[in-house]
């Protein structure tokens, strides 16, 4: 072992990289539990509303909460490539018929790194609320309203977004193709 191995930096970098790959282990352990994770970030978010609520402060943390989350949202819900923007440079590039090229929906922010990042930023939110700087005194109900209608405003421009250039960017409700559909009229056809 040389001098180098056992100077304090050296050991801190090493903890830190061993926390760092342990995290990350976890977090790659977790991506296939969509809904225990969904539910956990769930529980997460309440303990978060019960500490704002019972300290009744902390409106200010929360609505800058609120207003990242709905940057998130945008991202989930929009596609990778805007087709506003193909649309000015190539025409139209997603189907506008049955007969187009099927292009499967491509999110800007994909559902892993939605959920790591509203987990993520409900965590650091708490943590602010034990630091009375963030306490800045303001009407709460005024930070709401304003919230409620600069998410209203977002969501209709996003929807409308998603009724011009035909985009759903989720995948219930939508036909899927398996493979027993197929066989089962290939076996009528062959008896035919």
Partial sequence: MNAEDASPAAAITRWKFEASR????????????????WLGCLVVALVYVLRVYMVQGFY???YALGIYILNL???FLSPQVDPEILDADHGPSLPTSGSDEFRPFVRRLPEFKFWY???K?????FVMTFFS???VPVFWPILLFYWVVLFTLTMRRQIAHMIKYKYVPFSFGKQRYDGKRASAESTRLSED
Avoid: M, N
Wanted: aromatic share 10%; with cysteine; net charge positive.
């Fill in 121 to 125: 930023a409900f965590c650091i939110a």
């Fill in 60 to 62: 200010v943390v929360s």
């Fill in 117 to 119: 990042s509203i987990t």
């Fill in 133 to 135: 700087a963030f306490d």
């Fill in 22 to 37: 342990r995290y990350q282990h976890i977090l790659d352990k977790s991506t296939p539990h969509v809904g225990q994770r």
């Fill in 73 to 75: 949202l945008i991202g």
